[in-house]
């Protein structure tokens, strides 16, 4: 089966973003580009409480049928407004050198279709928040934390500011088994050919620290990456970036797992709170 750069776009501001990174990957990846939609026609709030049963009986069922023919158009609208949206991104998508963008369509949650693809993702691209959450600039958009727990394939989260087309990158360290195999991982992808990467350690300046930090930078060198290792000392999420700022970084990775500070930091409230104050996006392996 073939995997595929898959994409989830909808109405917000940073669908842009995504498809022009997703775009990058798929190129980068010489992989298949697909942008995914899902329709949501139930969502958890409502916008208007039913009085329906307060009504006499035929004025109830008058307005449960107009009810119903109401909830049947706005169905075709979603779906309509769906179609224009994936048609938008291929285009985008096409204006960057992707030759064959696709696009699904689905009726149901966006965890829910993004679980129906999952096993044919190589890279799953998604916005920081999605478009009920779009104005609220200090929330984190609750898909997009569930997503992080629920898919196992490498996730790119993007943040809203346009693309930048990545040269150097930060890889957060803490030399668990977890973060090893990220790092083999990173030194196999050709999504980083040509970068410049970091591997950081945040914690005490040890001999096991350098050790481990030494054998990650020799992994990626091998691999033909321009990499050099770092530790640093304080807070894991301000370190981590403030490290990105004075570095100039255009894209963090981290592993979804792993142990002491780094994995609290990645499976704990610290990840909410290190993807929300993201300027760059972060990509996190599983």
């Not at 407004?81 to 689905?106: F, H, I, K, P, T």
């Given at each position: 089966m073939t995997e595929h750069v898959m994409a989830a776009v909808d109405g917000s501001s940073f669908s842009a973003s995504v498809c022009d990174y997703a775009a990058w990957a798929s190129t980068a990846l010489a992989t298949p580009l697909t942008f995914l939609h899902a329709v949501d026609n139930h969502p958890s709030t409502v916008d208007e409480p039913d009085l329906s049963g307060n009504l006499p009986l035929g004025a109830r069922e008058a307005l449960l049928n107009e009810l119903a023919d109401l909830d049947e158009?706005?169905?075709r609208i979603n779906r309509e407004q769906g179609r224009l949206m994936l048609e938008e991104a291929c285009r985008r998508a096409g204006e960057q050198g992707v030759e064959?963008?696709?696009?699904?369509?689905r009726n149901g949650t966006l965890v829910d279709t993004l679980a129906e693809y999952e096993s044919q993702m190589r890279l799953l691209v998604l916005g920081k928040r999605g478009e009920s959450a779009d104005q609220a600039s200090g929330h984190l958009g609750s898909n997009l934390e569930r997503v992080v727990r629920e898919i196992r394939?490498?996730?790119?989260m993007v943040p809203r500011a346009g693309f930048t087309r990545p040269k150097r990158v930060m890889f957060a360290f803490d030399g668990s088994k977890t973060a090893r195999k990220g790092v083999e991982m990173l030194a196999r992808s050709p999504l980083f050919s040509g970068l410049f990467c970091h591997v950081v350690s945040v914690?005490?300046?040890t001999a096991e620290h350098r050790m481990a930090l030494a054998w990650a930078v020799d992994v990626l060198q091998q691999a033909g990456l321009e990499a050099e290792g770092s530790i640093r000392a304080g807070e894991v999420e301000a370190t981590l970036h403030a490290f990105e700022a004075d570095n100039e970084i255009d894209i963090t990775v981290m592993g979804a797992y792993g142990h002491s500070r780094i994995r609290q930091f990645l499976v704990g409230s610290t990840t909410t709170s290190m993807l929300r104050n993201a300027h760059v996006p972060v990509l996190i392996l599983r």
């Amino acid at each position: 089966m073939t995997e595929h750069v898959m994409a989830a776009v909808d109405g917000s501001s940073f669908s842009a973003s995504v498809c022009d990174y997703a775009a990058w990957a798929s190129t980068a990846l010489a992989t298949p580009l697909t942008f995914l939609h899902a329709v949501d026609n139930h969502p958890s709030t409502v916008d208007e409480p039913d009085l329906s049963g307060n009504l006499p009986l035929g004025a109830r069922e008058a307005l449960l049928n107009e009810l119903a023919d109401l909830d049947e158009k706005r169905a075709r609208i979603n779906r309509e407004q769906g179609r224009l949206m994936l048609e938008e991104a291929c285009r985008r998508a096409g204006e960057q050198g992707v030759e064959d963008a696709r696009s699904r369509q689905r009726n149901g949650t966006l965890v829910d279709t993004l679980a129906e693809y999952e096993s044919q993702m190589r890279l799953l691209v998604l916005g920081k928040r999605g478009e009920s959450a779009d104005q609220a600039s200090g929330h984190l958009g609750s898909n997009l934390e569930r997503v992080v727990r629920e898919i196992r394939r490498p996730i790119l989260m993007v943040p809203r500011a346009g693309f930048t087309r990545p040269k150097r990158v930060m890889f957060a360290f803490d030399g668990s088994k977890t973060a090893r195999k990220g790092v083999e991982m990173l030194a196999r992808s050709p999504l980083f050919s040509g970068l410049f990467c970091h591997v950081v350690s945040v914690g005490a300046d040890t001999a096991e620290h350098r050790m481990a930090l030494a054998w990650a930078v020799d992994v990626l060198q091998q691999a033909g990456l321009e990499a050099e290792g770092s530790i640093r000392a304080g807070e894991v999420e301000a370190t981590l970036h403030a490290f990105e700022a004075d570095n100039e970084i255009d894209i963090t990775v981290m592993g979804a797992y792993g142990h002491s500070r780094i994995r609290q930091f990645l499976v704990g409230s610290t990840t909410t709170s290190m993807l929300r104050n993201a300027h760059v996006p972060v990509l996190i392996l599983r």
